[in-house]
Nanobody
Framework: QVQLVESGGGLVQAGDSLTLSCTAT????????LGWFRQAPGKEREFVVT????????FYTDTVKGRFTISRDNAKNTVYLQMNSLKPEDTAVYYC??????????????????WGQGIQVTVSS
């Protein structure tokens, strides 16, 4: 069982930056592709970005491309989401997720096997 714990969320103003972290309690961390999803109130959970096992491949949804950057440190069992130029529409609960799938990019929630508990990001205008 893999446990994923997100941190780094909070309340920021539009245009600010924020970095989310997600640490896994699993020594086989490098065996998983990782992704970030988000869910705004009243909306379905949506894909944000994914990174391959080695970190060499990434895929972003269009709405965050150029503003968000995903990275991973397999030695620290941690994946990061650097979010720049935040907008009010980025407000959501952000979830990290781990996937055993070897297919890249994995963009659907059902392609992921483990999920974090979620962390709130609020961007004020």
């Amino acid at each position: 069982q893999v446990q994923l714990v997100e941190s780094g969320g909070g309340l920021v103003q539009a245009g600010d930056s924020l970095t989310l972290s997600c640490t896994a309690t699993e020594h086989l961390f490098s065996s998983y592709a990782l992704g970030w999803f988000r869910q705004a109130p009243g909306k379905e959970r949506e894909f944000v970005v994914t990174i391959s096992r080695s970190g060499s491949n990434t895929f972003y949804t269009d709405t965050v491309k150029g503003r968000f950057t995903i990275s991973r440190d397999n030695a620290k069992n941690t994946v990061y989401l650097q979010m720049n130029s935040l907008k009010p529409e980025d407000t959501a609960v952000y979830y990290c997720a781990a996937s055993f799938s070897s297919f890249h990019p994995a963009t659907r929630p059902d392609e992921y096997d483990y999920w974090g508990q979620g962390i709130q990001v609020t961007v004020s205008s």
